[in-house]
Each structure stands twice: as structure tokens, then as C-alpha cells.
């Protein structure tokens, strides 16, 4: 079972930029689908990203524009640039593919 691994959450000032990495444990080649998702306190988690194994994205409408999700097969990565952070982007960020979810980095955007 290939095992999720985020990283580059922290602490940002609104309107800063943080880039997320999940790195897989073993090839990404067979996800079809790769997404991030993210939850804040009392709320349920939601999808921010999605990218298709051919390269096509879509993104939840508070983000787009800011957020660009992108994978990289050889690397067995894939990243989200977060751009223009908002405090409402405040949350844990987790990595999903196929049924695995990774443990989640919190991403903090506070004055």
C-alpha cells in the first residue's frame, strides 16, 4: 500500500505563498485521480485541487486563481502552490489518492 507524505505547511502572512508537497512511498503512475483536500476547526474537510494522471486540474471556487496543483510521476509527488493566502485558508492540509489519505500539514495564515 503506498503510504502519503505531506509537507510545507506554516505560518504565512495573508497574501504570502506556501508550496505543499505529498510524496508517495512508491509510483503515483495508477492514481487516476490525486487531490488535496483540507479541514478547518469544526468544519468538515473539503476538496481544494484535483489532478487527473493526463495532467487536468480543477479546483473548489475559493481557490481559484490563487492555488495550482501539479504532479510530478517521476518524483511520485505532487505539489499545491499556494499563492495570495487568505486567513480563511487556515487549515490541515491532507493529500488523497485512490483510498490513502496522508497524515495532514497545517497551513496557518495569520497577521
Known amino acids: 500500500q503506498v503510504q502519503l507524505v505531506e509537507s510545507g505547511g506554516g505560518l504565512v502572512q495573508p497574501g504570502g505563498s506556501l508550496r505543499l508537497s505529498c510524496t508517495a512511498s512508491?509510483?503515483?503512475?495508477?492514481?487516476?485521480?490525486m487531490g488535496w483536500y483540507r479541514q478547518a476547526p469544526g468544519k468538515e474537510r473539503e476538496l481544494v485541487a484535483l489532478?487527473?494522471?493526463?495532467?487536468?486540474?480543477n479546483y473548489a471556487d475559493s481557490v481559484k486563481g490563487r492555488f495550482t496543483i501539479s504532479r510530478d510521476n517521476a518524483k511520485n509527488t505532487v505539489y499545491l502552490q499556494m499563492n495570495g493566502l487568505k486567513p480563511e485558508d487556515t487549515a490541515v492540509y491532507y493529500c488523497g489518492a485512490g483510498a490513502q489519505w496522508g497524515q495532514g500539514t497545517q497551513v496557518t495564515v495569520s497577521s
Open positions: 512508491g509510483s503515483i503512475v495508477s492514481f487516476i485521480y
Open positions: 489532478i487527473t494522471s493526463g495532467g487536468t486540474t
